[in-house]
């Protein structure tokens, strides 16, 4: 029988009201926030629930920008609240959790290793540290490459300040290091044809840099009460398997300062016999990053984008039948857009296990941000009539209009603009330039523009853009015609 893993992402696991639609199915959703609600008002943060349950949440960048502590309980809650669905509701029975930096906080939570409210403290207790002892300026640096090319590259430059702080796959990896020195690698690497993204993160996370923090960290979080884990953990910081008292001790001091080696993490899992994975949190980030590290196996992602109670259940029941049980959580196995697609290249990841050009203390690659408000639209808007598409009116001929259309303007391969790539979080593409794009397909399409001051970064992947078009007016034929 083949077992199943738990992967608890990072930073960029959030999108507005990521819970709202599995809270109104499922009771344990908000029985799980009303007591973290409380954890988090205790420790000076805002309720999570404000973040997860409203669609109309503040989106992940306003969230780094402005609140990265509250953002850092939501993605706590959100992560603590879905484990619970998926083990309590559904019978899902882990053989071992794994985090992907931060995460690696929540999956300690989910083992049993702290309580709720503990787990909470721990989530503040980082970021008090932080407060206490501010690091010097540095940065990160994604890489499209292995981690031992990347090594190579450094060693070769001579920029020993910079270093590996997260192998995410085997063709990506992230580097971190100070200002000055980063920024002279990541020119080299572009010189060389590597792919190299700057990230949008204050601090060089996952580097010595942070000895302080991590130091002022492990001593808020030794106050703290833990408990025998429930669950086997890998820690992917570590390097091994959680089995004693002072690897809690070990993991809270190094999450800071140690890079994060998810690709040997999900290899040595894997060995162990574990052949399906299951995201918990927002989005499927770590599950596009398993897929490319060892082809073949399942991944699911539940809440890749909103998600109610049945679909969730749909999730589950896909993950148990790749274990070869019979447990019939809900309903038939669901159809494979749930699960990630090896054939995907995935966003680069910054080492907190979201994939995305945004984090604020330590959290996240080149790509991060979905959500309605965010990126990762659960659905896209029903269409009015479908807008005119070379080829037929349907939304599949739409949707490959747009990446036509896309793939020039930035110059990307047409295939990297799959139909639920995010634009900001998967491809870097801030939210002026969205607004340009949509215009140029608006234009295209003879259609009239929304209304100034819309959001069109709520519709970031091709399959939303094309809904939304479809609800757009026409222009009448004397503008269609100006615009021609």
């Given at each position: 029988?083949?077992?199943?893993?738990?992967?608890?992402?990072?930073?960029?696991?959030?999108?507005?009201?990521?819970?709202?639609?599995?809270?109104?199915?499922?009771?344990?959703?908000?029985?799980?926030?009303?007591?973290?609600?409380?954890?988090?008002?205790?420790?000076?943060?805002?309720?999570?629930?404000?973040?997860?349950?409203?669609?109309?949440?503040?989106?992940?960048?306003?969230?780094?920008?402005?609140?990265?502590?509250?953002?850092?309980?939501?993605?706590?809650?959100?992560?603590?609240?879905?484990?619970?669905?998926?083990?309590?509701?559904?019978?899902?029975?882990?053989?071992?959790?794994?985090?992907?930096?931060?995460?690696?906080?929540?999956?300690?939570?989910?083992?049993?290793?702290?309580?709720?409210?503990?787990?909470?403290?721990?989530?503040?207790?980082?970021?008090?540290?932080?407060?206490?002892?501010?690091?010097?300026?540095?940065?990160?640096?994604?890489?499209?490459?292995?981690?031992?090319?990347?090594?190579?590259?450094?060693?070769?430059?001579?920029?020993?300040?910079?270093?590996?702080?997260?192998?995410?796959?085997?063709?990506?990896?992230?580097?971190?290091?100070?200002?000055?020195?980063?920024?002279?690698?990541?020119?080299?690497?572009?010189?060389?044809?590597?792919?190299?993204?700057?990230?949008?993160?204050?601090?060089?996370?996952?580097?010595?840099?942070?000895?302080?923090?991590?130091?002022?960290?492990?001593?808020?979080?030794?106050?703290?009460?833990?408990?025998?884990?429930?669950?086997?953990?890998?820690?992917?910081?570590?390097?091994?398997?959680?089995?004693?008292?002072?690897?809690?001790?070990?993991?809270?001091?190094?999450?800071?300062?140690?890079?994060?080696?998810?690709?040997?993490?999900?290899?040595?899992?894997?060995?162990?016999?574990?052949?399906?994975?299951?995201?918990?949190?927002?989005?499927?980030?770590?599950?596009?990053?398993?897929?490319?590290?060892?082809?073949?196996?399942?991944?699911?992602?539940?809440?890749?984008?909103?998600?109610?109670?049945?679909?969730?259940?749909?999730?589950?029941?896909?993950?148990?039948?790749?274990?070869?049980?019979?447990?019939?959580?809900?309903?038939?196995?669901?159809?494979?857009?749930?699960?990630?697609?090896?054939?995907?290249?995935?966003?680069?990841?910054?080492?907190?296990?979201?994939?995305?050009?945004?984090?604020?203390?330590?959290?996240?690659?080149?790509?991060?941000?979905?959500?309605?408000?965010?990126?990762?639209?659960?659905?896209?808007?029903?269409?009015?009539?479908?807008?005119?598409?070379?080829?037929?009116?349907?939304?599949?001929?739409?949707?490959?209009?747009?990446?036509?259309?896309?793939?020039?303007?930035?110059?990307?391969?047409?295939?990297?603009?799959?139909?639920?790539?995010?634009?900001?979080?998967?491809?870097?593409?801030?939210?002026?330039?969205?607004?340009?794009?949509?215009?140029?397909?608006?234009?295209?399409?003879?259609?009239?523009?929304?209304?100034?001051?819309?959001?069109?970064?709520?519709?970031?992947?091709?399959?939303?853009?094309?809904?939304?078009?479809?609800?757009?007016p026409a222009l009448d034929a004397s503008a269609a015609e100006a615009t021609a």
């Amino acid at each position: 029988m083949t077992d199943c893993a738990v992967l608890f992402p990072g930073q960029g696991a959030y999108f507005p009201g990521a819970l709202a639609p599995l809270a109104d199915d499922e009771p344990l959703v908000r029985e799980t926030l009303e007591v973290l609600d409380a954890a988090a008002v205790r420790v000076g943060r805002t309720a999570p629930s404000r973040l997860l349950l409203d669609e109309r949440a503040p989106s992940l960048a306003e969230l780094v920008t402005t609140s990265p502590a509250d953002l850092h309980a939501a993605l706590f809650a959100a992560g603590t609240a879905l484990f619970r669905v998926l083990t309590e509701r559904h019978g899902l029975r882990p053989s071992v959790l794994v985090g992907h930096s931060f995460g690696e906080l929540v999956a300690l939570t989910a083992a049993g290793v702290f309580g709720p409210e503990e787990g909470m403290a721990l989530v503040a207790a980082r970021d008090d540290a932080f407060a206490a002892c501010p690091p010097a300026d540095g940065g990160m640096v994604a890489l499209d490459v292995s981690a031992t090319r990347a090594a190579a590259l450094l060693d070769g430059l001579g920029e020993w300040e910079v270093t590996l702080a997260a192998d995410n796959s085997p063709r990506q990896c992230v580097v971190s290091g100070p200002a000055e020195p980063l920024e002279r690698v990541r020119g080299a690497a572009a010189m060389l044809g590597i792919g190299a993204t700057r990230l949008r993160v204050p601090y060089a996370f996952h580097h010595r840099m942070l000895a302080p923090v991590a130091g002022d960290f492990a001593g808020r979080a030794a106050a703290l009460r833990t408990g025998p884990a429930r669950h086997a953990l890998h820690s992917a910081i570590l390097g091994r398997r959680l089995d004693d008292e002072d690897a809690v001790a070990d993991l809270v001091a190094a999450h800071l300062v140690r890079p994060t080696r998810f690709t040997e993490a999900v290899r040595g899992v894997h060995a162990d016999g574990v052949d399906v994975f299951v995201e918990c949190g927002p989005r499927g980030v770590l599950s596009d990053l398993v897929a490319a590290t060892v082809p073949g196996v399942r991944v699911i992602a539940p809440l890749r984008r909103r998600a109610g109670g049945r679909e969730v259940a749909d999730a589950v029941a896909d993950a148990v039948a790749g274990m070869g049980a019979g447990m019939g959580a809900g309903g038939a196995p669901s159809p494979l857009p749930r699960t990630s697609d090896p054939r995907r290249p995935p966003g680069p990841v910054h080492p907190s296990g979201a994939s995305g050009v945004l984090g604020a203390s330590g959290v996240l690659g080149v790509s991060g941000t979905h959500g309605d408000r965010d990126g990762h639209l659960a659905e896209a808007p029903a269409a009015a009539p479908a807008p005119r598409a070379a080829g037929g009116g349907d939304r599949h001929g739409v949707v490959e209009t747009l990446r036509a259309l896309y793939a020039e303007a930035l110059g990307y391969p047409p295939e990297v603009l799959t139909e639920d790539a995010d634009l900001e979080a998967d491809l870097g593409v801030d939210s002026i330039k969205q607004t340009e794009l949509f215009a140029r397909a608006a234009t295209h399409y003879g259609r009239v523009l929304p209304a100034e001051g819309s959001r069109l970064t709520s519709y970031t992947t091709l399959t939303a853009l094309a809904g939304l078009l479809g609800t757009l007016p026409a222009l009448d034929a004397s503008a269609a015609e100006a615009t021609a």
